[in-house]
């Protein structure tokens, strides 16, 4: 059952699953389960950003590491950044983007649709967001 408390700051749907980020940077879920869309997370760290692909999750850690969940089969939770330094996420129907805090963007996820195209190779991007099946960045210099 989805919350019904207070105490939240961000939340995030997925096809059959709902996210959300309580105040104090706890992540609690909700929903489906057939593709583990929860799971319990490592209560170590303090998560500051949640996104819901269709069947997959992400969220980000206040270190700035991804920590993401779900469907495996289209490859929505492999090549996530494993390093700090990330200060964004966003999902799409099954695919998921990283905005790194140096301005380069890292993408992961299906690839049959064409949704993992080469993410921009220069950095100076400030702002990501996902499409069902695309995704687009804004450069600091206005460009999308």
């Given amino acids: 059952d989805a919350p019904t408390d207070a105490g939240y700051s961000a939340l995030a749907c997925g096809l059959h699953h709902g996210v959300a980020l309580r105040n104090d940077g706890r992540v609690v879920m909700w929903g489906g389960n057939s593709y583990r869309q929860r799971v319990d997370m490592p209560t ?33 939770t492999d090549d996530a950044p494993t390093d700090a330094g990330c200060v964004a996420v966003a999902a799409g129907y099954f695919h998921s983007v990283a905005l790194h805090r140096d301005g380069h963007v890292v993408t992961w996820g299906d690839i049959s649709r064409q949704q993992r195209l080469d993410a921009p190779r220069d950095a100076g991007y400030r702002a990501i967001v996902c499409g069902g099946y695309h995704a687009v960045a804004l450069h600091s210099d206005g460009r999308v």
């Fill in 44 to 76: 170590d760290a303090r998560y500051v950003m949640v996104t819901c692909g269709n069947h997959s999750s992400c969220a980000l850690r206040d270190d700035g590491r991804v920590v993401v969940w779900g469907r495996r089969e289209l490859r929505q």
